[in-house]
Structures are given as C-alpha cells and as structure tokens.
C-alpha cells in the first residue's frame, strides 16, 4: 500500500507539480491558499511565476486591506509550528507551495503575518478593525505563554485594542527569534538570536537548543555594517562598543537572508521614526514605506 506522501514524493508527481512545466512556460493561473492570523484562509487565483509581491497585492485585496494596512503585513513560509520565515519579494510562492507539497506542516506553508517592530505605530491601528483582528488573532495563537497572563475577554475591536495595548508592554512583543545554530563567537555551544526594535540578542544556548545563562544584548547604534555570506550560508555584522575596535560576528543560520531582511525593516523603521521626530509617528507620514 502506498501513501500519499510517497506518491507525492515521486518522480512523475514532482515533475507534473513543478515550476518547469513546458506546456504551460510558467504562465498558466494556479490557486494559492493562503493562512491568515485569525486561523482562516484565503484563496487567490495568480499566475504560476508570479512573485511574492503580486501573490501578497492578490491576497491584501481578497481580504480588503487598504494600501495603508498592507505596509504592517507581508507573506510568510511556514517553517514549522514555531517558525515563520518572510518570504523575499522576488521569490515564487508557488515554487514553496510545490516544495511543502509533501512537508509534515499540515495545511499550507504560506501565511500571512505582521511585519512591524514598532509598538508606537502599530498602536496607531487601534481604531482599524482588519488590522486589530489580525494583531490579536496572531498574538492569541503565538507560543509565547507569558503573554497570556491576564483573562482573556471578547473579541471586539475596542476590546482587542486594549488587550494589545497591554501587551505591548511585555519583554518580547514585536519580537523575532530565530532557531537555534552557531556562531563563530562561541567554541561550543549555539546561540538563540532574536530581534526587536530595541535591540539584537543572542542568547547562548547547547547545540541542542537547550537556553543557558548567557545572553548578551547589542544596542543598534552599536552596529556598524552587516552583510549575507552566501557562500557559508551565514549572517554577518560588525558592531563596536566604547572604545573597543569593531568586531564582526558570524551567525551560521539557513535563514541569513531573513535575517538580513529584518535589520534592514529595523533600521527603515528606526530612520521613520527620527525623520518624523515625534513619538507616535506614521508610516503613511514618511512616503513610500513598503518593506
């Protein structure tokens, strides 16, 4: 007896599935079915080689997210039950689709998420009812227990918008952790990275995953310069403190390139933030803001 995922693994099925499909020269319509935070999902008819920003332009407008909204949210690949990974804008979300065909996600491997570190403007949303639902559906079924402390209370949008403001206050909102991996600063062991807009940690870990005590916080002013190491499949920075000579630190993670993508939206959110000079700024203040 055969199942479903040896079939789907098989040569012919990949072959029928995949991107190369001469008949058709990448431009047939394919449906996409993509996961929302509030546990719905959406289906978008698209072109086969359509990128990520056209897949996302087809999903903001089946749900009716205006061009505001849609700066704070972007297209996402389900990793596993604890990890999502931003889709980069020239990637084919049908290419992924095909690929988690087989995957041990159940449902699809495409979602869509919030991609916003500042709390400061994703409180300006509070009276967005979209917006609300998505922030607080996605907070609800996060993993992260410590945010669940107080009772929780209806779903309304007035309601939701005081929830979350609370929750903004919290040690880890807005923030994104990365699966465990090495780093070039420590001889054994891993590290935990995870980002916010306050600052970049690293939380030492054993190669296991297994969190330890160490954790070591860099402020972003500290950083200097940081890049993609294609080659070592790696994420680099250079940061200095006082008057120490700069150092540049290796983080040795299959997703660099995600990682990379998120200081660049810090840094962009960091500079709307100066450019408006007031605390409670707005993207829809400082032009063009897309990702």
């Known amino acids: 007896v055969c199942s479903i995922r040896v079939i789907g693994e098989s040569d012919i099925m990949q072959e029928f599935l995949s991107e190369s499909d001469e008949n058709y020269n990448g431009v047939s319509d394919v449906e996409l079915r993509v996961a929302l935070p509030d546990v719905t999902t959406v289906t978008v008819r698209v072109k086969k080689n359509s990128t990520t920003d056209q897949v996302y332009q087809a999903v903001a407008a089946k749900v009716g997210m205006d061009s505001v909204t849609a700066n704070y949210f972007a297209l996402f690949e389900v990793i596993n039950h604890s990890f999502v990974r931003k889709l980069a804008p020239n990637e084919f979300p049908h290419k992924l689709y095909v690929q988690n065909y087989t995957s041990a996600v159940p449902g699809t491997c495409l979602t869509l998420r919030k991609w916003l570190f500042t709390t400061e403007e994703e409180a300006l949303l509070n009276d967005n009812d979209l917006a609300v639902a998505y922030f607080f559906h996605q907070v609800r079924n996060s993993h992260l227990e410590f945010l ?3 009772p929780l209370g209806g779903e309304s949008s007035s309601w939701g918008g005081w929830y979350l403001n609370m929750l903004r206050t919290c040690e880890g909102y807005n923030e994104i952790t990365f699966p465990h991996c090495s780093c070039d600063s420590r001889r054994k062991g891993h590290v935990i990275s995870a980002i916010s807009i306050r600052h970049f940690k690293l939380h030492a870990c054993t190669e296991e995953g297994q969190l330890e005590n160490q954790v070591i916080a860099f402020e972003w002013e500290e950083m200097q ?7 070592g499949m790696a994420f ?8 120490k000579k700069p150092r540049w630190v290796k983080i040795f993670t299959p997703y660099f390139n995600y990682m990379h993508e998120c200081f660049e939206r ?11 000079r007031i605390p409670n700024f707005s993207l829809s203040q400082v032009g063009n803001a897309s990702p």
């Open 148 to 150: 669940w402390s107080a």
């Open 225 to 231: 310069r940081w890049d993609t190491d294609e080659e």
């Open 236 to 243: 680099c920075f250079e940061y200095a403190r006082a008057e």
């Open 266 to 276: 810090v840094f962009c959110e960091l500079k709307w933030r100066k450019e408006v």
